[in-house]
């Protein structure tokens, strides 16, 4: 299913700025991908190189790995993903969301995946409470204006009829930086007609507001690798 949502950034370390966009995405189930129409295969797919583990398993497979790794295992249960499809051959996900169920139903765990502009990744590992709330350290480098420490504030309740997602960054006593997702669920596939190529736009956007940071001289935060 596809949620026509409005994405909103807000930043209050050192000046404050915020932005808003329109953007659509998906919630699909990791064990029955969509399949589209063959005129709508060129704006959505799903390839596990576009996600956490190896591109040559499926993304289900390499997401029970990881957690594996950690002591969990869902037995099969349901994995909800919430993400951008690759459109005409590029996707960029600032942010996937798992929620991953046991075989009995109930959810387990949710894992936070985080995608930068320089090409990396990495996963948090979420024991939500009954309002989809959890806390995590802040472990990876995201934007070269915010330094790598103090810890994520998240609300990631399963999308319904609405979604609903807030993230927000505690950095010494304060909120330096949050982002929040909301929306509906749009039925159909016309969002894909009415707003074509949207990776490519989110990470236009993305890269456009970084460029108006630096040229309000916002100090940069060098990457450690």
């Given at each position: 299913?596809?949620?026509?949502?409005v994405?909103?950034?807000?930043?209050?370390?050192?000046?404050d700025?915020a932005f808003?966009h329109?953007?659509?995405?998906?919630?699909?189930?990791l064990?029955?991908?969509?399949?589209?129409p063959?005129?709508?295969?060129?704006?959505a797919r799903?390839?596990?190189?576009d996600?956490?583990?190896?591109?040559?398993?499926?993304?289900?497979e390499?997401?029970?790995?990881?957690?594996?790794d950690?002591?969990i295992?869902?037995?099969?249960?349901?994995?909800l993903?919430l993400?951008n499809?690759?459109?005409?051959g590029y996707?960029f996900?600032p942010?996937?969301?798992?929620?991953?169920?046991d075989a009995?139903?109930?959810?387990v765990c949710?894992?936070a995946e985080v995608?930068n502009t320089?090409g990396?990744?990495?996963c948090?590992l979420?024991?939500t409470?009954?309002?989809?709330?959890a806390?995590?350290?802040?472990?990876?480098y995201v934007?070269p204006?915010?330094?790598?420490?103090g810890?994520y504030v998240?609300?990631l309740?399963k999308p319904?009829?609405?979604l609903?997602?807030?993230i927000?960054?505690r950095q010494n006593?304060?909120t330096?930086?949050?982002a929040?997702?909301?929306?509906?669920r749009s039925?159909?596939?016309?969002l894909?007609?009415?707003r074509?190529?949207?990776?490519?736009?989110?990470?236009?956007?993305i890269?456009?507001h970084?460029?108006?940071l630096?040229?309000?001289?916002l100090?940069?935060?060098?990457?450690?690798?």
């Amino acid at each position: 299913m596809i949620y026509d949502v409005v994405i909103t950034h807000t930043r209050r370390e050192l000046i404050d700025r915020a932005f808003s966009h329109r953007a659509f995405l998906w919630l699909v189930d990791l064990d029955a991908l969509p399949r589209l129409p063959w005129w709508a295969r060129p704006f959505a797919r799903f390839e596990a190189r576009d996600h956490i583990g190896s591109p040559g398993k499926s993304i289900r497979e390499n997401l029970d790995e990881w957690l594996s790794d950690r002591g969990i295992e869902l037995g099969g249960g349901q994995v909800l993903m919430l993400a951008n499809a690759r459109s005409f051959g590029y996707v960029f996900n600032p942010l996937t969301v798992y929620w991953c169920h046991d075989a009995s139903g109930e959810l387990v765990c949710v894992v936070a995946e985080v995608h930068n502009t320089y090409g990396g990744r990495h996963c948090y590992l979420l024991r939500t409470d009954d309002h989809g709330r959890a806390s995590v350290d802040k472990e990876f480098y995201v934007s070269p204006f915010l330094e790598v420490d103090g810890h994520y504030v998240m609300r990631l309740p399963k999308p319904g009829s609405r979604l609903s997602v807030t993230i927000a960054l505690r950095q010494n006593g304060k909120t330096t930086f949050s982002a929040t997702m909301r929306g509906e669920r749009s039925p159909g596939l016309r969002l894909l007609l009415r707003r074509p190529l949207m990776p490519q736009r989110v990470s236009a956007l993305i890269r456009r507001h970084g460029i108006a940071l630096y040229f309000r001289r916002l100090p940069i935060v060098p990457r450690s690798k």
